[in-house]
């Protein structure tokens, strides 16, 4: 069994995608996806707790290290998902398990359900599927998107002087904070060095109004086809952008779902990681 974590990248025929590998090559095969605007950092502290697997913690498209996506083209949630079926084919991995935070677990929830017959386990933290949108609402996101999307070219990316600076930005996110540490490990994978100091490595894209979301019902739609193994940690108390009665609901539709409360933050699997690795191995 290998602790030593290795930085490779897996090319795959849209894009190549920067990563993190650790653990056993041998073991049962493991992929871990981030959250919005994270990268495969998140997982540095979470990582040693399956060291028994063949873990490999990516950068999404247009995250961290990896390559953005080519001028003209957006983020569109279900391209993450052939992103990650591109990936475990590119690693040779017929069957794999899921472990993902936020944006990362909404994408593994929904790959769980589109190809059962490849994932064993799925491991989710402050996720169940993603985000959804009132019908109602659909014209009013796509006009958003069209606008965002006119004037995103002339923007200017903001210069930091040093990761210090960037680091405090990302601490003083009101809805989901970070401590310095887990600050420290995003900013120093997520920033590039310019002329001047620092700017974040993330596509600017990144940040626009989602063109098109699911639906309640289509994304129920997806969660029922969970058949394999769940394990689900959830902060306590509840970020706001999570409603609680949503999810109650969302729980109820997959059969084999354990789920554990802890207290902390949105990223409480870089604060706590060995109660959250012990929550969703037990």
């Keep these: 069994m290998s602790a030593v974590t290795e930085d490779i990248r897996i090319t795959l025929p849209q894009l190549s995608l920067a ?78 398990s899921l472990l ?8 593994s929830s929904v790959l769980a359900a589109s190809v059962p017959e490849r994932v064993d386990t799925l491991y989710l933290i402050e996720a169940l599927g993603p985000i959804s ?13 069209l606008l965002d999307r006119s004037v995103i070219d002339s923007k200017q990316l903001r210069v930091f002087p040093d990761l210090e600076a960037p680091a405090a930005a990302r601490r003083q ?30 596509d600017p894209r990144l940040t626009l109004t989602s063109a098109m979301r699911m639906t309640e019902e289509q994304v129920r739609n997806c969660l029922i086809g969970i058949r394999c193994r769940a394990s689900l940690v959830l ?24 789920v554990s409360r802890l207290a902390g933050s949105h990223h409480l699997h870089m604060e706590i990681p060995d109660q959250v690795a012990r929550a969703l191995r037990s």
């Design 19 to 96: 990563a993190r590998r650790s653990g056993n090559r041998a073991g049962p095969k493991l992929l871990a996806i981030h959250g919005w605007l994270d990268n495969a950092a998140s997982f540095d502290a979470l990582a040693p707790w399956f060291a028994d697997h063949d873990v490999v913690a990516i950068d999404l498209p247009g995250h961290g290290q990896s390559d953005h996506r080519p001028r003209g083209a957006w983020y569109h949630y279900v391209d993450y998902l052939h992103d990650v079926l591109c990936c475990v084919d590119a690693l040779g991995w017929d069957r794999f």
């Design 100 to 107: 993902g935070h936020s944006l990362g677990g909404a994408i």
């Design 133 to 145: 949108t009132q019908a109602e609402k659909t014209l009013g996101l796509l006009r958003a998107a």
């Design 173 to 202: 996110h009101p809805q989901m904070p970070l401590t310095a540490e887990a600050a420290q490990a995003l900013v120093t994978r997520g920033t590039r060095a310019v002329e001047g100091g620092f700017v974040w490595s993330s």
């Design 235 to 258: 902060a306590e108390p509840a970020m706001p952008f999570v409603e609680y009665s949503l999810m109650s609901e969302r729980l109820a539709l997959v059969p084999n779902l354990s």
